[in-house]
T-cell receptor, first 111, second 111 residues
Framework: LAKTTQPISMDSYEGQEVNITCSHN???????ITWYQQFPSQGPRFIIQ???TKVKNEVASLFIPADRKSSTLSLPRVSLSDTAVYYCLVGAGTNAGKSTFGDGTTLTVKP | NAGVTQTPKFRVLKTGQSMTLLCAQDMNHEYMYWYRQDPGMGLRLIHYSVGEGTTAKGEVPDGYNVSRLKKQNFLLGLESAAPSQTSVYFCASSYREYEQYFGPGTRLTVT
């Protein structure tokens, strides 16, 4: 399995930048790295996906070093509504059988 | 578009009973997945499918069966429910290995 390790929890304040790192030492060559956000009683929601280097969209950035054994989700200027659980997923599609979500990082944003 | 829908939303079973959870997607995605999420934990892949008529085992397949007779539907069956199968079940679909779209979940309790 493409095992992932994330911090269990993080605290931040409104307006700050938050960086959440995920370790995935046994990532396969053709695995993508995908981050999801989950609110209570809802299904996960896609945030961003990348393969290598840096990816950016309107809500987040994803940094992936050259060895791809880790990745960092960056959320700029968080607000209270960003309080949620964040998961990284390594591998999907035809590699889904070797992928796993891990236990996620609970981000709490305080006023 | 409805996206990914799941039926039913809630269900209570007695030990030994059987049931089928239905997942439907209208995005013409080839890939579909069934996950379970226990309280305070991440999602674990039960089974997945990379196309109509194909299924494969995920991380925790024991006690479950699946079928993908139509591209838009992915069924998850419990032949003889056990209390350990009490969980929230999420279905997802994706275009290849790209972002997964999740349904709202089915909350199953086995007594």
């Amino acid at each position: 399995l493409a095992k992932t390790t994330q911090p269990i929890s993080m605290d931040s304040y409104e307006g700050q930048e938050v960086n959440i790192t995920c370790s995935h030492n046994n990532i396969a060559t053709n695995d993508y790295i995908t981050w999801y956000q989950q609110f209570p009683s809802q299904g996960p929601r896609f945030i961003i996906q990348g393969y290598k280097t840096k990816v950016k969209n309107e809500v987040a950035s994803l940094f992936i070093p050259a060895d791809r054994k880790s990745s960092t989700l960056s959320l700029p200027r968080v607000s209270l509504s960003d309080t949620a659980v964040y998961y990284c997923l390594v591998g999907a599609g035809t590699n889904a059988g070797k992928s796993t979500f891990g236990d996620g990082t609970t981000l709490t944003v305080k006023p | 578009n409805a996206g990914v829908t799941q039926t039913p939303k809630f269900r209570v079973l007695k030990t030994g009973q059987s049931m089928t959870l239905l997942c439907a997607q209208d995005m013409n995605h080839e890939y579909m997945y069934w996950y379970r999420q226990d309280p305070g934990m991440g999602l674990r892949l039960i089974h997945y499918s990379v196309g109509e008529g194909t299924t494969a085992k995920g991380e925790v397949p024991d006690g479950y069966n699946v079928s993908r007779l139509k591209k838009q539907n992915f069924l998850l069956g419990l032949e003889s429910a056990a209390p350990s199968q009490t969980s929230v079940y999420f279905c997802a679909s994706s275009y290849r290995e790209y972002e997964q779209y999740f349904g709202p979940g089915t909350r199953l309790t086995v007594t």
